[in-house]
């Protein structure tokens, strides 16, 4: 749905979609990279280029957060989230 002044209402118009206008100024290697990333990805923009890169590192940092905190249990802790996995599957 769109409101009088051409901004979507629903879900697609979610705070990741809009734009915020910014200028980097960035070395000449960079834009190459960012130029070579577009064109390997088809991106539409380099800002897509940008973009797509800043979620794919996002992506891994999450990984990275994921895997940490599961190292960090003790024994008793995995058994324990273990248990609750089989509880939750049972419940589906």
Same mark, same amino acid.
């Given at each position: 749905?769109?409101?009088?002044?051409?901004?979507?209402?629903?879900?697609?118009?979610?705070?990741?979609?809009?734009?915020?206008?910014?200028? /980097?100024?960035?070395?000449? #290697?960079?834009?190459?990279?960012?130029?070579?990333?577009?064109?390997?990805?088809?991106? #539409?923009?380099?800002?897509?280029? /940008?973009?797509?890169?800043?979620? #794919? !590192?996002?992506?891994?940092?999450?990984?990275?957060? /994921?895997?940490?905190?599961? #190292?960090?249990?003790?024994?008793?802790?995995?058994?324990?989230?273990?248990? !609750?996995?089989? /509880?939750?599957?049972?419940?589906?």
């Amino acid at each position: 749905m769109t409101t009088r002044k051409g901004v979507s209402s629903g879900r697609a118009a979610s705070a990741s979609r809009r734009k915020r206008p910014r200028t /980097f100024s960035l070395s000449e #290697d960079v834009v190459q990279v960012l130029e070579n990333y577009k064109r390997q990805r088809k991106a #539409d923009s380099l800002t897509a280029a /940008f973009e797509q890169i800043v979620r #794919d !590192w996002k992506q891994a940092h999450l990984g990275e957060q /994921f895997t940490a905190y599961y #190292d960090s249990l003790t024994s008793e802790e995995v058994k324990e989230e273990a248990e !609750w996995g089989k /509880f939750s599957v049972s419940q589906m």
